[in-house]
Every structure is written in C-alpha cells, then in structure tokens.
C-alpha cells in the first residue's frame, strides 16, 4: 500500500521561498497511472488544490498561484517537491502530498499533512 | 475555474439517522465528482470517486450519485465515527476545486 509523508520547514519567513517534499513508499512515482499533487488547508478553512505533476514532465498549477509554485520529482529519491516563493502570512497552512488518480482525478492517498507557518 | 457549492453548510443528527449531502457545479463536470470524509487534524480520506463509484474498504453506508451539475453524498444510517466535514471535489478540469465542506456533528 503505498504510503506518502511531507518534511520540510515548519516555520518560514515573509518573502521567503516555502520548501516541502514528499516522499513516497509503497509505489513508484513513475507509474503512469498517477499525478502527484500538492494541496493546502489554512487552519478551520476549506482545501485548496495547488498543482499537479505527471510521469511526462507536464505540470499543472493553480492559475491563483502559478507565478509563485514550481513542483518538482526525483524519481531517484522517489520523492518529489514543492516551492513556493515570496510567501505572505496568507501561505500559512496544513500542506498536503497526495497521489491522485490520472484518469478520474481522485486523491487516494494523501500524506498526514505539514503545518507551515509563515512569521517572521 | 468551476466553483463548488455544499449544502447545508452543516448538520446535526443522530446515530442511525439518513444524512444526506448536496454539491453543485458551477458548470456541467459530468461524473468527474469525488467525496472526502476529514476528521480533525486527519487529512482528506477519500470516500466516493467518480460521483457513485465506492471507494475500496469504504462502509457500504456510504453511496453517492449525481451527474452533471448536481450530486449527492448519502450516508444510509449514520454511525458514531461518520462525525465529521465531508468535502466535494471536481476533477473536470484544472484548477480542480473543493467544496466548503459540510460538518456533521452530533445531535
């Protein structure tokens, strides 16, 4: 059953640039058959999806967020990544990792979620 | 981007009680619709999958249905563990987007 975990800062500060990585256990980040995806929840708020990356190399970014994100895989590492850059204390949330389904776009795995603040 | 609506925004109800939950789209999604069940400090765990397709190792409780705009998460006889915020989500097209959640709390 594969498994996902985030690591990352879990304190960063304005203007600065948010790094996470998830690494992935159980499955191979290869496989055709998945996206890997990041997305957030600011504490007692709603989910919101931030981007997706696929096998080919192709991404795809919240347009509410794109000049901002990059995500990234190391298939080596079987991991892969998310950057956010000059944060706002708007960024602070719960960040989660999730496989997601390529054909019908469901998130069945998902990571336990890193909380990361932005304070200076 | 295709905006999701819940409703009602939350519920109370009693164990055994028939719960059920409405998610629209701002525009037709076909059967790209999917439920998420978020307990406190849990992430999302996915319950239902393309608008009525059950999840493996989901209660049988649990069934969804819709199609185009407007789906529906039921949940036959509620349980003590089904206390939660259920989320709907559409993966027509990108940005995928979330519903506002739905709370179910006890009565």
């Known amino acids: 059953q594969v498994q996902l975990q985030e690591s990352g800062p879990g304190l960063v500060k304005p203007s600065q640039t948010l790094s996470l990585t998830c690494s992935v256990s159980g499955g191979s980040i290869s496989s055709g058959s998945y996206y890997w995806s990041w997305i957030r929840q600011p504490a007692g708020k709603g989910l919101e999806w931030i981007g997706r990356?696929?096998?080919?190399?192709?991404?795809n970014y919240n347009p509410s967020l794109k000049s901002r994100v990059t995500i990234s895989v190391d298939t080596s590492k079987n991991q892969f990544s998310l950057q956010l850059t000059s944060v706002t204390a708007a960024d602070t949330a719960v960040y989660y990792c999730?496989?997601?389904?390529?054909?019908?776009?469901?998130?069945?795995?998902w990571g336990q979620g890193t909380l990361v603040t932005v304070s200076s | 981007d295709i905006q999701m609506t819940q409703s009602p925004s939350s519920l109370s109800a009693s164990v055994r009680d028939r719960v059920t939950i409405t998610c629209r789209a701002s525009q037709s999604i076909r059967s790209y619709l999917n439920w998420y069940q978020q307990k406190p400090g849990k992430a999302p765990k996915l319950l239902i999958y393309?608008?009525?397709s059950l999840q493996s190792g989901v209660p049988s409780r649990f069934s969804g249905s819709g199609s185009g705009t407007d789906f529906t998460l039921t949940i036959s006889s509620l349980q003590a563990e089904d206390f939660a915020t259920y989320y709907c989500?559409?993966?027509?097209?990108?940005?995928?987007?979330f519903g506002p959640g739905t709370k179910v709390d006890i009565k």
């Open positions: 990356f696929y096998t080919s190399g192709s991404t």
């Open positions: 989500q559409q993966s027509f097209s990108t940005p995928m987007t």
């Open positions: 999730a496989r997601v389904d390529f054909w019908g776009g469901h998130g069945d795995s």
């Open positions: 393309a608008a009525s």
